[in-house]
């Protein structure tokens, strides 16, 4: 099946710095990915969504200066957590729908990136 | 202003017993709804999902769910669960011309061998 690749699955890193995670779909090309924040208590928030070969769209709350998003390619999302504070230690998550299969397919989740910022 | 709603957030089941957890949702026009499952350790999976027709929906490891448009529900049931079944069940929506999901918060199920 579909395959959504997230790199890298954990990340620790310095207050302040910068943190790119990738999300790569494998077998199918994505206009589409989506980038999702998890909470300890477990519940998922949508940050934002990434368009290939346009600006993503961020949800109301998400500092879009803060976190980046570029899709380059039908294949290939990167978030970039910019001067990363503590609090932004959470886990991150993305997903992509085949473009084939439309806006109604199901999505395909990568497997998370843990980030922790000290 | 669109959201889902799930009402157990840690249920413990001994192996065997029937499993129902509860969905509901905030949204306004035609919805599609899902249930995803992530096992320890692993990514979220698609367990089921409905878009349209039949209510009553089959997925994966003999679970279903019923969509109860009037009640604005989309709950999810297993006759009878298996330790292997241990996991957070997410239930989400979204609409039909988006692939947008907003997510519940998830529930713990807990199955006891």
């Known amino acids: 099946g579909a395959v959504v690749s997230q790199h890298p699955s954990r990340v620790i890193c310095k207050s302040g710095t910068s943190v790119k995670i990738e999300c790569r779909s494998l077998?199918?090309?994505?206009?589409?990915m989506f980038w999702y924040r998890q909470f300890p208590k477990k519940s998922l928030m949508l940050m934002a969504t990434?368009?290939?070969?346009?600006?993503?769209?961020?949800e109301q709350g998400v500092e879009k200066d803060k976190f980046l998003i570029n899709h380059a390619s039908l294949t290939l999302s990167t978030l970039t957590v910019t001067s990363a504070h503590p609090e932004d230690s959470s886990f991150y998550i993305c997903?992509?729908?085949?473009?084939?299969?439309?806006?109604?397919?199901?999505?395909?989740f990568g497997n998370g990136t843990r980030l922790t910022v000290t | 202003a669109q959201s889902v709603s799930q009402h157990n957030h840690h249920v413990i089941l001994s192996e065997a017993a029937s499993l129902e957890l509860g969905c509901n949702y905030s949204y306004g026009g035609t919805v599609n709804l899902f249930w995803y499952v992530q096992y320890p350790g692993q990514h979220l999976q698609l367990l089921l999902k409905?878009?349209?027709?039949?209510?009553l929906v089959k997925g994966i490891k003999g679970f279903e769910a019923e969509f109860i448009k009037s009640k604005f529900s989309f709950n999810l049931r297993k006759p009878s669960v298996q330790w292997s079944d241990t996991a957070e069940y997410f239930c989400a929506v979204t609409g039909s011309n988006t692939g947008k999901l907003i997510f519940g918060q998830g529930t713990t199920l807990q199955v006891k061998p």
């Open positions: 997903s992509a729908g085949d473009a084939l299969e439309g806006t109604n397919s199901p999505l395909h």
């Open positions: 990434s368009n290939e070969g346009s600006k993503a769209t961020y």
């Open positions: 409905y878009f349209s027709g039949d209510p």
């Open positions: 077998d199918f090309q994505a206009t589409t």
